[in-house]
């Protein structure tokens, strides 16, 4: 099993500018999450997604666009990129919507200048 | 509200010393679960523990221990005989229940610095 898997690494986007973070799972989980991590913020909830065909939004949603159009994969899309932006992404995965530990992607640091 | 605060931001130790993270969550949920991870210097989010709320047993894995009290809302988190290699941001979390399912919410983090 891979776990959860994301791409890219590392991007630099200029302002404006809109891409696709990928996250995908191969342990057919049912609840995929996004998180933002900023310094001294801890993480903080973007989307989630119960299954597929079926998305959310979290704390911070505004600026990201989410779908989940099969079990395995949920990306996350930023339409017009903001210097606010700037920030780690994480994905996360979990075997149901209940509380059991989510499993973490390595992460996307997205730099917007 | 659902909250969880890690009023240390950073910690240093000498390796060997025995270090206490602390956790303090606010929840109104009377079943919940509590989470440690840690995140080392290469980025990741390594799970440690889940704990939920009708199980006040402390835990304790090797060098780690947990200790839940829902008398005073709190899950510490102690390493006993700290390493360098236990250099790291560690986040507490607490599940939060909303329509669809449950999502993490996360303290802001500790960083903890083992100097040998």
């Known amino acids: 099993n891979a776990g959860v898997t994301q791409t890219p690494k590392f991007q630099v986007l200029k302002t404006g500018q809109s891409m696709t973070l990928q996250c995908a799972q191969d342990?057919?989980?049912?609840?995929m999450s996004w998180y933002r991590q900023d310094p001294g913020m801890g993480l903080r909830l973007i989307h989630y997604?119960?299954?597929?065909?079926?998305?959310d939004q979290g704390e911070v949603p505004n600026g990201y666009n989410v779908s989940r159009s099969t079990t395995e994969d949920f990306p996350l899309r930023l339409l017009s990129a903001a210097p606010s932006q700037t920030s780690v992404y994480f994905c996360a995965s979990s075997y149901s919507t209940e509380a059991r530990e989510q499993y973490f992607g390595p992460g996307t640091r997205l730099t917007v200048t | 509200a659902q909250k969880v605060t890690q009023a240390q931001t950073e910690i240093s130790v000498v390796e060997k010393e025995d270090v206490t993270l602390d956790c303090v969550y606010e929840t109104r949920d009377t079943t919940y679960y509590l989470f440690w991870y840690k995140q080392p210097p290469s980025g990741e989010l390594v799970f440690l523990i889940r704990?939920?709320?009708?199980?006040?047993q402390n835990e304790i894995s090797g060098r780690y221990s947990w200790n839940f009290q829902k008398s005073t809302s709190s899950f510490n988190f102690t390493i006993t005989a700290s390493q360098v290699v236990d250099s790291a941001v560690y986040f507490c979390a607490l599940s939060a229940t909303n329509q669809a399912g449950t999502a993490l919410i996360f303290g802001k983090g500790t960083t903890l610095s083992v100097s040998s």
């Open positions: 704990r939920n709320s009708f199980d006040e």
């Open positions: 342990m057919n989980h049912e609840y």
């Open positions: 997604s119960v299954g597929a065909g079926i998305t």
